[in-house]
């Protein structure tokens, strides 16, 4: 069985410091409200331990831009 975390088509996921979370809203001049969102429960998130209102940086490898960072803001719904 191949643990699906070290998958290499799983990208890249950590959890910001509250630090983090607000230099992304002042940088960008967003919400949380405003991102995109990951439920508590998604499976590439778990072993964050994350908690609503916590903010996950995504990086992916891209053929075009080497990689690209999304952001996705913790939702129970």
């Known amino acids: 069985m191949v643990e699906q975390l070290k998958h290499n088509l799983i ?4 959890k910001l ?8 809203f002042e940088k960008y ?3 949380f409200k ?3 969102k990951i439920h ?3 499976a590439a998130i778990r ?5 609503y ?6 990086t992916r490898k891209s053929p075009t831009a080497g990689r690209a960072i ?5 939702s129970r719904d």
């Open 47 to 51: 072993h964050l331990d994350p908690k």
């Open 53 to 58: 209102g916590d903010v996950i940086k995504i």
């Open 29 to 31: 001049n967003i919400s």
């Open 34 to 36: 405003e991102l995109p």
């Open 11 to 14: 990208p890249q996921h950590e």
């Open 17 to 24: 410091s509250e630090e983090q979370k607000q230099r992304l």
């Open 40 to 42: 508590v429960s998604d």
């Open 70 to 74: 999304f952001y996705r803001g913790v």
